[in-house]
């Protein structure tokens, strides 16, 4: 399976805004819920949002919840993350990849993990 490519990171001021875009493609990803995640400096991976096959269910964590939207485009096998109103604790590595529920929480599809390189965020105070 090709990993996803993330892209549409950089660095915005406090406040300011950013698009994420996840190519994947291929059947795997197509098929799945996907999800974005984030590494920020010395944390470890934190799930953020998660996006059923259709794009009719959406999930967000409650630290982005109301500020992030995530949404997909299947016919361009590419998955969007728009990020209003940063904060500087949003600074960290963003990846793509499919996700799954797991009681009361998300996190990725274990056995399904392709993590690309991700794309960095910077936001500045």
């Known amino acids: 399976q090709v990993q996803p490519v993330e892209s549409g990171g950089g660095l915005v001021q406090a406040g300011g805004s950013l698009r994420l875009s996840c190519l994947a493609s291929g059947r795997t990803f197509s098929n799945s819920f996907m999800g974005w995640f984030r590494r920020a400096p010395g944390k470890e991976r934190e799930f953020l949002a998660v996006i059923s096959t259709s794009g009719d269910y959406t999930y967000y964590a409650d630290s982005v919840k109301g500020r992030f939207t995530i949404s997909r485009d299947n016919a361009k096998n590419t998955i969007y993350l728009q990020m209003n109103s940063l904060k500087p604790e949003d600074t960290g590595v963003y990846y793509c990849?499919?996700?799954?529920?797991?009681?009361?929480?998300?996190?990725?599809?274990?056995?399904?993990?392709?993590w690309g390189k991700g794309t960095l965020v910077t936001v500045s105070s």
């Open positions: 990849n499919p996700a799954a529920a797991y009681g009361s929480t998300w996190d990725a599809y274990y056995g399904m993990e392709y």
